[in-house]
């Protein structure tokens, strides 16, 4: 096995898409629709096995300071081998390249992110001009990011969770 992180590329979605129906099935990930992931595919980084996508995550930029860590999702039989960690650190890496300071995910996942520096928060850490101003977007991740009542629905039991660069 000789995996490779790379930039994502349009004729990586349907690999990408497949890895995500896997887990947003039984509820452990949120459904993505396939235009949002070619819309969105040079925000992901998958990691390759020869022509196989076998892992994605993508980095959203929010604000100045602030992106969301979105989509990571390793294949099963993939699981406990350093795929996703290697995924993290790419994405981790983009935010330093970007300029974002603090990245932000929401996840069922709270032991993994956990593991990479992320911690639990409560209530939304941006200043009030700052809050006024992602109020207008359309994202649903900043949604998410501000806790706003329109999202829970579709994140019951999820966890917002922080890292600070």
């Not at 947003?24 to 396939?34: N, Q, R, S």
């Not at 996508?53 to 930029?61: E, F, N, Q, S, T």
């Not at 970007?98 to 993994?112: A, D, N």
Request: charged fraction near 25%.
């Amino acid at each position: 096995m000789s995996i490779q992180i790379r930039s994502a590329r349009t004729s990586d979605v349907k690999q990408i898409r497949s890895i995500i129906d896997t887990f947003a099935a039984p509820g452990k990930m949120l459904e993505k629709e396939t235009v949002t992931l070619f819309e969105s595919v040079q925000e992901f980084v998958v990691a390759v096995d020869g022509d196989q996508v076998v892992g994605c995550g993508a980095l959203h930029v929010l604000w100045e300071d602030l992106a969301e860590v979105r989509t990571v999702a390793v294949k099963e039989d993939f699981h406990g081998k350093g795929v996703g960690h290697q995924i993290i650190e790419a994405i981790v890496t983009k935010a330093h390249e970007v300029g974002v300071k603090r990245i932000f995910c929401l996840t069922f996942q709270t032991e993994f992110f956990g593991k990479h520096g992320f911690e639990e928060i409560k209530g939304t850490p941006v200043e009030p001009d700052v809050y006024k101003e992602l109020l207008r977007s359309y994202d649903a991740g900043v949604a998410e990011f501000l806790d706003l009542e329109s999202v829970k629905p579709n994140t019951l039991g999820n966890t917002r969770m922080l890292k600070i660069l």
